[in-house]
Nanobody, 121 residues
Framework: QVQLVESGGGLVQPGGSLTLSCVAF????????MSWYRQAPGKERELVAR????????NYADSVKGRFTISRDNVKNTVALQMNSLKPEDTAVYYCNAVRVVWFGTIFDYWGQGTQVTVSS
């Protein structure tokens, strides 16, 4: 059974840090591009950070560059998002995503259930 299970969300003060974790089950994790998305109330879901299957390449939304770091462990089937210098505008539900796209189409596209991050004093 395919699952992406996120953890690590919570309430943090502005300027604080949190680390989100996502553990994957039921598919070949090492073949997936992994991403973190977020969705704030009343807003569309947006890409926060992405890491390729080997971990060699990452990219970030401009709003989080220099503050967030995505990493993965293909032995433990986990992907993490280290979030530093958090701002109130980082408040959102954060989702883990696994996707594998090849030249002829999408092999799989899986989502976690989301974890709430609230940045507030």
């Amino acid at each position: 059974q395919v699952q992406l299970v996120e953890s690590g969300g919570g309430l943090v003060q502005p300027g604080g840090s949190l680390t989100l974790s996502c553990v994957a089950f039921g598919f070949t994790f090492s073949s997936a591009t992994m991403s973190w998305y977020r969705q704030a109330p009343g807003k569309e879901r947006e890409l926060v950070a992405r890491i390729t299957d080997t971990g060699e390449s990452t990219n970030y939304a401009d709003s989080v560059k220099g503050r967030f770091t995505i990493s993965r462990d293909n032995v433990k089937n986990t992907v993490a998002l280290q979030m530093n210098s958090l701002k109130p505008e980082d408040t959102a539900v954060y989702y883990c995503n696994a996707v594998r796209v090849v030249w002829f189409g999408t092999i799989f596209d899986y989502w976690g259930q989301g974890t709430q991050v609230t940045v507030s004093s």
